[in-house]
């Protein structure tokens, strides 16, 4: 990916810096609330020493709208040490020890005897368990890691829950207090651009290590194994960020929350792998490039730098860069997809910064920018719009049955036909901002009930746009607010306009578009009441989207088979009416728990997909095969699955629900671990 950089990046930079100063992120804030919890951190040593705070709240690296919660590290009172020289007696000691099967970034804790400086050797008991060379190490089994008063548990850590907002992760762990010898060389590496500084090492070197129990989810050891974490280095770096750089890394984790979780989950991409690019990137950028005029391309490279890790499926911890923090976690399908989102924010150049509803910083900003974002966001729409016109100028041309570009010329030259015509497209385009604005309004932290009236009202105008697609887009939306009674009323109204005179793009011939016009029917009369066309979603509709539909929107992640004059239709999820119309049909009976007429869906879907001729086959396949797997018919799945391959075998959604349909197989045969 070229680095071009639009001429507006610096002043929407600016405009950006300053809508962050309102949600508490000027620097004026943000130290007050670093000494809040210095001060928070006093007191509580005073009632108990070893604890300290750790993570966003105490590094004041979050907003409201991230709803991070207080991390907090209860060392145990045990010495740790790295050689047996350090050994002191009359405590317990536990040495630090690693082999060639030891993962980076992990390591074991042997005993040490209490009165002689030897390492403890083939010995089982409830504190240790023996290694595979001999040796008497700590067990995560241990009855000193097994805590109560804690509500959950998130990994390693058990969580209190205090209030509705407010929940402190508690992490019991050991100290180690000299710097980890598996870091060294963070230490002595090279720093062409001098940070951070040789005092800061110095300083950060002092503050030693924590060791975590949780293993490597690979290793046949994990639970020997326990995680380094030198968390209070990276607070110390954290704070000394200047205020470009503390403002991009919170915007990282924002775009996180905001575009990616989203679509991979909570699990994928974490708050500790943004702050790991975003140090890494500092440390091999100037001092001069981090400056409020340039956030939103210092927020583009860190998007970069993400993207180029997630593509080789790697990312190296800042103090330890043999330790790939991506494996187990990045593959597969989970790779394909946060390869798409990021590709496409990248392509967006700072645009998506406007649909951003975390805090409102979205909102602000665009109304903060009437230039240039106003402008900027005004097009993305158009693009859109476009798109969208483009599809079902496309569809009407086939619809037509006009294959010569003469003919076409002749039917657009007249001017009853041409209003027509755009009357049509406006009815579609009506379902799409529809569509487009619910989920936007759906994607806010408290869904907008203006927005999403309004989005009703268009959805409404745009009903009428033909037999079928524009009725299912509204059965959706309201499928998607749960609203089931209306949802099923709906469907139940295209099922009774659904005729075996209605034509369908598949089996349409000038044969049957000339029986309409001998009827006297216009083309819009013919398009309003005997046409069902395609439902078509994009992208940005992505809440009004039922969850079986959302991979057919990403089905080209990972791939640059296609031009980029069809990058934004090859990116659309598209079906047949009549298969949708069973589809939804069959979502919402078998929410009512109306089992004979969800039965009766099912069977009619199958019918369609079997005996009719219908497009875009492999979605249709891919919607049965969900729905089987909601009736627990997980073999059928996966015969399904299989053969929609066989239709389409490059960018098929059903590489991803085979996936999970793998995955849900292992865990039904693990007994649901």
Same mark, same amino acid.
């Given at each position: ?6 001429? %507006? ?11 962050? $100063? ?38 004041a690296t979050t907003t409201p709208g991230l709803q991070s919660d207080i991390d907090t590290i209860i060392p145990l009172n045990f010495t740790v040490i790295q050689n047996i020289e350090s050994w002191v007696p009359k405590v317990r000691n536990f040495l630090v020890v690693s082999d060639e099967n030891t993962p980076p970034g992990y390591v074991k804790l042997q005993g040490v005897r209490l009165y002689l400086p030897q390492p403890i050797y083939n010995t089982n008991s409830d504190m240790f368990k023996v290694d595979r060379y001999g040796r008497s190490v700590i067990c995560h089994d241990n009855h000193l890691f097994k805590h109560a008063f804690a509500d959950e548990h998130h990994g390693p850590a ?22 980890? %010898? ?202 859109? *719009? ?51 604005? *619910?989920?936007?309004? @759906? ?11 309004? *989005? ?28 089931? $009674? ?21 089996? @349409?011939?000038?044969? $049957? ?34 969850? *079986? ?76 095969? %969900? ?47």
């Amino acid at each position: 990916m070229s680095l071009n950089i639009p001429e %507006y990046y610096k002043e929407v930079s600016l405009r950006l810096s300053r809508v962050l $100063d309102t949600v508490g992120l000027g620097e004026d804030i943000r130290w007050q609330k670093i000494n809040m919890w210095i001060q928070t951190q006093k007191m509580i040593s005073a009632t108990y020493r070893r604890a300290r705070l750790l993570g966003s709240q105490a590094e004041a690296t979050t907003t409201p709208g991230l709803q991070s919660d207080i991390d907090t590290i209860i060392p145990l009172n045990f010495t740790v040490i790295q050689n047996i020289e350090s050994w002191v007696p009359k405590v317990r000691n536990f040495l630090v020890v690693s082999d060639e099967n030891t993962p980076p970034g992990y390591v074991k804790l042997q005993g040490v005897r209490l009165y002689l400086p030897q390492p403890i050797y083939n010995t089982n008991s409830d504190m240790f368990k023996v290694d595979r060379y001999g040796r008497s190490v700590i067990c995560h089994d241990n009855h000193l890691f097994k805590h109560a008063f804690a509500d959950e548990h998130h990994g390693p850590a058990n969580t209190s829950i205090f209030s509705t907002r407010v929940s402190v992760d508690h992490v019991y762990a050991l100290r180690l207090l000299t710097w980890p %010898y598996h870091a060294t060389g963070w230490i002595t590496r090279n720093r062409c651009h001098n940070w951070p500084s040789q005092k800061t090492i110095d300083l950060i070197q002092q503050t030693g290590a924590i060791l975590v129990p949780v293993g490597h989810k690979l290793s046949p050891e994990k639970h020997l194994e326990w995680r380094l974490s030198i968390s209070f280095g990276e607070k110390l770096l954290v704070w000394l960020f200047n205020s470009a750089q503390y403002k991009c890394y919170i915007l990282l984790k924002v775009i996180n929350k905001s575009f990616i979780k989203p679509i991979v989950g909570n699990e994928v991409l974490s708050s500790y792998h943004c702050k790991t690019c975003i140090l890494y990137l500092i440390e091999s950028t100037p001092t001069a490039l981090w400056q409020p005029e340039n956030l939103l391309l210092c927020l583009e490279l860190c998007l970069r730098l993400l993207f180029n890790w997630i593509e080789a499926a790697t990312c190296p911890n800042y103090f330890i860069p043999e330790e790939n923090m991506f494996q187990c976690k990045v593959h597969g399908h989970v790779q394909g997809w946060l390869l798409c989102v990021l590709r496409n924010l990248l392509s967006e150049e700072g645009r998506y910064l406007a649909r951003i509803s975390c805090d409102n910083i979205g909102d602000k900003l665009v109304r903060t920018c009437q230039h240039p974002l106003m402008e900027l966001e005004i097009e993305n729409l158009d693009v859109g *719009a476009v798109l969208l016109v483009s599809v079902c100028y496309q569809l009407l041309i086939v619809y037509c049955v006009i294959d010569e570009p003469s003919t076409l010329d002749t039917l657009l030259s007249s001017q009853m036909i041409g209003l027509e015509i755009k009357t049509v497209l406006w009815k579609f385009y009506c379902s799409f901002i529809g569509s487009k604005l *619910a989920s936007k309004s @759906l994607s806010r932290e408290s869904p907008d009930q203006l927005g999403l009236d309004m *989005a009703q009202e268009l959805f409404l105008w745009g009903s009428s746009s033909d037999v079928a697609s524009g009725k299912l887009k509204l059965a959706a939306f309201y499928l998607v607010l749960d609203n089931l $009674d209306v949802t099923e009323d709906v469907l139940s109204e295209i099922h009774a306009n659904y005729t075996y005179k209605t034509l369908c793009l598949s089996c @349409l011939s000038e044969q $049957d578009l000339q029986d309409r016009l001998n009827e006297n029917l216009t083309i819009s009369q013919i398009i309003n009441h005997c046409t069902a066309f395609p439902v078509v979603y994009g992208q940005s509709e992505i809440k009004c989207i039922p969850k *079986a539909l959302i991979p057919e929107v990403f089905r080209n992640a990972g791939s640059e088979t296609y031009s980029q004059d069809d990058r934004y239709f090859n990116s659309l999820a598209r079906v047949d009416p009549k298969v949708y119309l069973h589809f939804l049909e069959f979502i919402c009976l078998y929410r009512l728990k109306k089992t004979s007429h969800k039965n009766a869906a099912l069977e009619n879907m199958i019918y369609v997909i079997e005996h009719d001729i219908i497009d875009f086959k492999d979605t249709a396949l891919n919607l049965l095969a %969900y729905c089987l797997m909601k009736e627990g018919k997980l073999f059928n799945a996966y015969n399904i699955l299989c053969k929609s391959m066989s239709l389409t075998n490059q960018q098929n959604a059903a590489k991803w629900q085979i996936a999970t349909l793998i995955n849900a197989g292992f865990r039904f045969l693990s007994g649901g671990q």
